[in-house]
């Protein structure tokens, strides 16, 4: 036994001084020694990052690891190393781990915040990152671009990853394809918690995007499965598939006002995908198709109201002999066992048709050939009101075969096109989102189509096989259904809570006190509300706004709040992420002064500004929008707006991006306006965004315009969506009241019109192109 024990012990002895050193655990506490400690790796070394801030930490973690021993990289405690400033992580060899990483306070100064890449030269194979945050990271300045994941090489993965926050260009996560080593790459983007991206006022904002135009014909093969995507509201595009044979599968689309969009890809598979909607916006969006071989199988749509683009189904016109950047015709598309529930207009065919602007387009931009060998089987369609419109024929339907699809429009019945079936169906409430059949009606729901390969589809929403069981609707098996319920701890990172705590708002009191109101705001906690005593508060330097507040007088009082500051300057510097809300205020300034303005330069993230039943007067301009600022929502309602140079200037360039998505006037008064009183600019056109939406409802406009060189009293020129409904124009001096873009959701109606020119609407307006 004692010769044992020493064999053991001369064994051990000898492994520990002459092992690999490049496999033992090394905690680092700073860059110089992670660096060493790189250099050094070798198959199963790990190293450990030390809790704490790590500041403008620029990583290339570079190792050949092997399948059975990669190279790990990791938190000391997942969670608590914080890589702030500039800093990246970026991978090159094969079979690296990286975990447990928290990215904040900071951005990327070069590549993507996660790369698998270094440089030009070296790639990563193999190679996962597991269990970070990245959240806000984002450039300073809004047009600055960057894209916080980038993809390159082969068989890489990012799973169990919270990403949320982007504000600024560029898509959130790309795929790249640089060569043969990058395509045909399997990657695998998996269980991740995509938090909300906002809305970002243009192009170019997509959260995942694999490829460009210029790989339509290559493989991608990835594999995006089981993430949650949550308020992805960067464009139009949530998804952008630019590459072939990808699949998209059994993800979580949690109100998201865009789509899961084939743009250039070629047989795609979409399946066992959940998209959420709701009654708050007509944004959210479903699955828009264009090119071939897609196979749309067992998913789930719960009130998505989106249109055109953002159709629950959205079944583009392809242009003939397209280039590669645009569209191509969809052919051979298998859409099946989809279930649609209380989602407007669920079925667009032929989007995008837009024969009509052939005189304001050039003819490679007009999309003239509709689908062609494509089945719609198998679907089923449920409203709780009669929905008038359930197929929507933009062109030409007759390339679409319809099988063995069931509506039950409320009673109302829809024989439009056969192959689409009116029936009465139960419905059984599972959650707040979540309908499906009752059992009992076999005899109804039984009966399928058994198309060409059908038998692929083999399982349903849940995973339940349909070999014994086969119904119409994404759901066979209807007792598995009753049972299921969304875990939202299987996305993300296991220590990073998604859920946002509620917290009560704290009320202060403020007097006019000289600096009392601004010492207070900046005191305040997010969501507090300051109230604000009667009487005449001079502020003599701009109020700061960086986070959401509210101003509200107190008890009914007259507050004053008298702006007399330097020229040029406003009342209310609004700065990232500020978001003021006031009530019951009177705000007035000088003829060189502004009410409201965002920085000129660093404006991150959006604002929001919520005015009720205030005065503004005698400002020079109301709102001023720097050019790189982007206002979330404007809304003013029962405001009066008095003797002021200029009212709204939301600025913007030529690129199709504008400054402001939601813009609403209700029940205000706007008297002596002489300029600008509303000048809403969009320059150049593209199709990925809202397109900004202008809402003016019951107010009154009294004597504006009178130094509008334009003419134009609401100047709303390239904006995709305006309603002007039961307002009163008296008096003011100018020769159209709005000119209206009608073929882009610009309409009026119920408006009184008296010596102020007239309302004109222009169906096709000619803007330049930006592709």
């Not at 790189?38 to 570079?62: H, K, M, T």
């Not at 069931?406 to 989102?433: C, V």
């Amino acid at each position: 036994m004692n010769y044992y024990l020493l064999s053991c012990a001369i064994a051990l002895l000898f492994f520990s001084c002459g092992g690999d050193p490049s496999a033992e655990s090394i905690t680092v506490t700073d860059v110089r020694e992670l660096n060493e400690a790189i250099d050094r790796s070798g198959p199963g070394a790990e190293i450990v990052l030390a809790n704490g801030v790590w500041r403008d930490a620029r990583i290339n973690f570079y190792g050949k690891g092997t399948e059975e021993a990669p190279i790990t990289l990791r938190a000391e405690t997942p969670g608590e190393v914080y890589l702030e400033g500039q800093s990246y992580l970026h991978l090159g060899g094969e079979h690296l781990v990286v975990s447990g990483l928290h990215f904040r306070n900071g951005y990327t100064p070069e590549g993507g915040v996660i790369q698998y890449r270094i440089g030009r030269d070296s790639t990563a194979f193999h190679t996962r990152v597991t269990d970070c945050v990245i959240d806000g990271f984002t450039q300073p300045n809004r047009y600055d671009s960057d894209t916080w994941i980038e993809f390159y090489g082969k068989h890489n993965q990012l799973d169990h990853c919270y990403i949320a926050g982007k504000s600024n260009d560029g898509a959130t996560l790309m795929v790249y394809h640089a060569g043969n080593e990058h395509t045909d790459n399997h990657h695998q983007i998996v269980n991740n918690y995509f938090g909300p991206r906002p809305r970002k006022g243009g192009p170019r904002g997509e959260t995942i995007r694999l490829g460009g135009s210029e790989t339509s014909m290559t493989p991608g093969r990835v594999n995006v499965s089981n993430n949650y995507f949550e308020a992805c509201n960067g464009e139009v595009e949530i998804i952008s598939d630019k590459t072939n044979f990808n699949l998209f599968t059994h993800n979580i689309f949690d109100k998201c006002e865009g789509s899961l969009v084939m743009r250039h890809a070629n047989y795609t598979t979409v399946d066992g995908n959940i998209f959420i909607g709701g009654d708050d916006s007509d944004f959210y969006g479903g699955v828009r198709v264009v090119n071939t071989g897609h196979w749309i199988t067992n998913n789930y749509f719960y009130k998505i109201r989106g249109e055109q683009f953002r159709s629950p189904l959205a079944i583009m016109n392809g242009i003939p002999k397209s280039s590669l950047n645009r569209y191509k015709q969809v052919t051979d598309v298998v859409v099946a066992h989809n279930t649609w529930i209380d989602s407007r207009s669920p079925w667009q065919i032929g989007v995008g048709q837009n024969m009509a602007s052939a005189d304001v387009l050039p003819e490679s931009e007009i999309r003239s050939a509709p689908p062609i060998r494509t089945t719609i089987a198998n679907n089923l369609v449920y409203n709780t009101e009669v929905d008038t419109l359930p197929v929507f024929n933009h062109d030409d339907i007759t390339g679409v075969r319809f099988e063995h699809n069931l509506i039950d429009n409320h009673g109302s019945a829809y024989t439009e096109y056969e192959g689409i079936r009116s029936a009465t169906i139960e419905m059984k409430q599972i959650n707040d989102w979540l309908l499906v059949p009752a059992d009992g009606q076999d005899e109804l729901l039984n009966q399928v189509y058994a198309g060409y390969d059908f038998d692929r589809i083999k399982t349903d929403l849940f995973g339940n096989p349909r070999n014994e069981v086969n119904r119409v609707g994404a759901i066979s098996d209807l007792a598995a259904a009753a049972d299921f319920r969304v875990d939202k701890s299987q996305y993300g990172p296991s220590w990073f809570s998604t859920e946002k705590a509620v917290v009560e708002p704290t009320v202060h009191q403020a007097g006019p006190a000289a600096g009392e109101l601004a010492n207070l705001i900046g005191q305040a906690a997010a969501g507090d509300v300051i109230e604000l005593s009667a009487g005449t508060y001079a502020l003599d330097a701009s109020l700061k706004i960086d986070k959401r507040i509210t101003l509200r007088a107190a008890g009914g009082g007259d507050v004053r709040l008298e702006y007399a500051g330097p020229d040029g300057t406003p009342a209310l510097r609004m700065h990232p992420g500020g978001d003021i809300r006031l009530e019951n205020l009177h705000l007035s300034g000088g003829a060189n002064q502004l009410a409201f303005a965002p920085l000129d330069e660093g404006m991150a993230s959006a604002y929001k500004l919520s005015v009720n039943n205030c005065e503004i007067e005698d400002f020079g301009h109301v709102l001023l929008a720097s050019r790189g600022s982007f206002a979330d929502s404007l809304h003013f309602t029962n405001t009066t707006i008095r003797n002021c140079a200029n009212g709204f200037v939301l600025a913007a360039d030529e690129k199709g991006d504008y400054n402001a998505e939601m813009v609403t006037f209700e029940g205000c008064i706007f008297d002596g306006v002489r300029s600008s009183v509303i000048d809403f600019y969009r320059g150049g056109y593209d199709e990925s965004t809202i397109g900004g939406q202008l809402t003016l409802t019951d107010n009154n406009f009294t004597g504006c315009g009178a130094g509008e060189k334009s003419g134009v009293l609401i100047r709303t020129r390239g904006i995709i969506n305006v309603h002007l409904v039961g307002n009163t124009f008296r008096d003011n001096p100018v020769e159209l009241v709005a000119l209206l873009w009608g073929e882009k959701n610009n309409h009026h109606r119920d408006n009184t019109v008296i010596r102020s020119g007239r309302i004109e609407v222009e169906e096709q307006q000619e803007l330049e192109l930006l592709y």
